[in-house]
């Protein structure tokens, strides 16, 4: 199976009777983007801009890490490149970013990773936009979350994602590059800090 053949519609199970919506062993639940636009609002008004970053961070690389979880055991992919790259797929199914993947390089043996690509219609830079002015940093927490959880997950070792350009900040589109903590300097403190834990 290629990543661009995974149907995430067909997986998902809806139930009237009992109120669960399962993908697989995981349960989902759908939200508005703007009631989770509002919920990261208050954080960042409430507990301050890095505190609200930590929890986005966390909470995207959660996701990300349970969603590699039940696309590696439930379905046969033609290598692990495609598997690798039904990340950004599945992404893109959820709604959250259509993400489109560009350079790749890595080598087990060596502890090598690397991996870009274009992020674009991202919502949390929309819901950020909708609330706060330009901001001199990536905004796109949940999605640099997601990225981390996922390609740590695949990779067996902990590797982090970062957006080199955000609309949140005035770029054009968002993009990420995922590399291990190691490889980042000290730009990149608070988001391993953050992901430290996992
Ligand atoms: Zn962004």
């Known amino acids: 199976m290629r990543a661009i053949d995974f149907n995430l519609p067909a997986e998902l199970k809806f139930n009237l009777d009992t109120g669960i919506t399962t993908f697989r062993d995981n349960r989902l639940v759908l939200f508005d983007a703007n009631a989770i636009g509002l919920l990261r ?8 801009v890095a505190a609200a970053r930590e929890f986005f961070l966390r ?6 890490f349970a969603d590699f979880m039940q696309m590696k055991i439930g379905y046969e992919f033609d290598n692990e490149i495609e598997l690798l790259a039904s990340g950004p797929v ?3 199914w959820e709604g959250i970013v259509r993400a489109a993947p560009g350079e790749l390089r ?8 690397f991996f870009t690509g274009t992020w674009t219609n991202s919502y949390e830079a929309e819901q950020h936009l909708s609330f706060n002015e330009k901001s001199s940093e ?12 996922w390609a ?15 609309v ?8 990420w590059k995922i590399q291990p903590p190691a490889k980042w300097g000290d730009e ?3 988001y391993v800090d953050a992901l430290a834990k996992f």
């Not at 909470?59 to 990300?64: A, D, K, V, Y």
């Open 152 to 166: 740590t997950a695949f990779f067996g070792s902990k590797l982090v994602a970062i957006e080199p350009r955000c």
């Open 41 to 48: 609002q208050n954080l960042i008004e409430s507990l301050g």
């Open 168 to 175: 949140g900040r005035g770029d054009e589109s968002c993009g």
């Open 59 to 64: 909470f995207g690389f959660q996701n990300g």
């Open 188 to 190: 990149a403190k608070p």
């Open 106 to 113: 890595m080598d087990r043996a060596k502890g090598e990773f």
């Open 90 to 92: 599945i992404h893109t």
């Open 138 to 149: 990536p905004v796109c927490w949940s999605l640099m979350g997601y990225a981390s959880g």
